[in-house]
Antibody
Framework: QITMQESGPTLVKPTQTLTLTCTFSGFSLTTSGVGVGWIRQPPGKALEWLALIYWDDDKRYSPSLKSRLTVTKDASKNYVVLTMTNMDPVDTATYYC????????????WGPGTLVTVSS | QSALTQPPSASGSPGQSVTISCTGTSSDVGGYNFVSWYQQHPGKAPKLMIYEVSKRPSGVPDRFSGSKSGNTASLTVSGLQAEDEADYYCSSHAGSNNFEVFGGGTKLTVL
């Protein structure tokens, strides 16, 4: 049974760096084809894909946010970290992490999400 | 502005069928058979309903079906039930650079 759980600050100030952790269970990030992605959703708005890291440390980023994003993993401890620099109020959103497996080409298991508010 | 275009709303009466469209380009929907559909109830995380255009994960009722023609994918919900009322999002693989794109979402109302 795969579970995903996001954690991190609920409030950050403008210009600060956001660090979010995704802790997972039920799979290994050392297994070929497995990845963990990050997706966000501003209040009342649509989903937006942010980043993805694969078992082999291949990383993909949204072109519009690439300069601000970094995704890393610790496969032995079952967690993935997303950092986003220079936070702005427009970055206020619920941030989700999700499991991805190349054989399915989709995000099949999602965490409950964590709401991050950017405000001074 | 989302990369994929969905109608903002759709509706149907219990028992009826409703189809939600998702229009992209040849760089995403039209270029790959990697379209997914997610259901999201208020305050909840998205739930995968359809992947690879038309495949249903275990546990998803067969009332939900997906298809694709050219640059447009569709989700059909047959035999509408009250619990189907939710927001629905499509997504598509979009190549190695812009890996995954989402639609703007469609609010499905069961009348």
């Amino acid at each position: 049974q795969i579970t995903m759980q996001e954690s991190g600050p609920t409030l950050v100030k403008p210009t600060q760096t956001l660090t979010l952790t995704c802790t997972f269970s039920g799979f290994s990030l050392t297994t070929s084809g497995v990845g963990v992605g990050w997706i966000r959703q501003p209040p009342g708005k649509a989903l937006e894909w942010l980043a993805l890291i694969y078992w082999d440390d291949d990383k993909r980023y949204s072109p519009s946010l690439k300069s601000r994003l970094t995704v890393t993993k610790d496969a032995s401890k079952n967690y993935v970290v997303l950092t986003m620099t220079n936070m702005d109020p427009v970055d206020t959103a619920t941030y989700y992490c999700a499991h991805r497996w190349n054989n399915l080409n989709t995000f099949d298991y999602w965490g409950p999400g964590t709401l991050v508010t950017v405000s001074s | 502005q989302s990369a994929l275009t969905q109608p903002p709303s759709a509706s149907g009466s219990p028992g009826q069928s409703v189809t939600i469209s998702c229009t992209g380009t040849s760089s995403d929907v039209g270029g790959y058979n990697f379209v997914s559909w997610y259901q999201q109830h208020p305050g909840k995380a998205p739930k995968l309903m359809i992947y690879e255009v038309s495949k249903r994960p275990s546990g998803v009722p067969d009332r939900f079906s997906g298809s694709k023609s050219g640059n447009t994918a569709s989700l059909t919900v047959s035999g509408l039930q009250a619990e189907d009322e939710a927001d629905y999002y499509c997504s598509s693989h979009a190549g190695s650079n812009n890996f995954e794109v989402f639609g703007g979402g469609t609010k499905l109302t069961v009348l």
